[in-house]
């Protein structure tokens, strides 16, 4: 897998990835209309274009002979020392379990390890089948969150970290 950071211009790449993962990745622990009105909110191409243009997030893709196959997002913040919050990790279905997800978490890494970040962050469902895949990583569950993204809707997260040496 390439891996390559992504611009405005690659919006629709990003939408595209994840409205063919969500559906697979989220179908079995929320309802369709949760997962529609999760897409919308933070999928629109406004929502994504405001992100880019603010620079809050840093987004890159992952290629597979020149398709695009998978993406994250990641932003740098200070909170009593410099952390890295992965915000975004998505694989699409038939290319996980072949270590592009590894592979994408380790240029996240090495990214917030040149940023000198002492932590990288993450938000999982608790019942989300990555959960796993993060604690062999090296994740550790710090807290419990259940964030109201309105609609009547909850994210009801772990908080994990790594602590980056």
């Known amino acids: 897998m390439i891996i390559k950071k992504a ?18 990745a989220y179908s079995a622990i929320l309802s369709e209309a949760q997962i529609r009105y999760m897409l919308d909110l933070l999928y629109n191409a406004d929502e994504l274009k405001q992100q880019f243009q603010s620079h809050t997030y840093q987004y890159v893709i992952g290629y597979q002979k020149n398709i695009p196959i998978a993406f994250a997002a990641y932003h740098i913040f200070n909170d009593d020392g410099l952390k890295c919050k992965l915000d975004k990790i998505y694989i699409l279905p038939q290319q996980q379990k072949t270590g592009f997800g590894k592979q994408l978490l380790l240029y996240v890494l090495k990214e917030a390890k040149q940023e000198n970040t002492i932590s990288l962050t993450l938000n999982v469902n608790r019942y989300n089948k990555a959960l796993d895949f993060y604690v062999k990583m090296g994740f550790k569950i710090i807290k419990e969150e259940d964030i109201d993204i309105g609609n009547g809707y909850f994210m009801n997260d772990y908080v994990m970290e790594m602590k980056i040496s």
């Open 7 to 24: 611009g405005i211009a690659d919006i629709e790449i990003i939408r595209s990835l994840v409205f063919k993962i969500w559906p697979s």
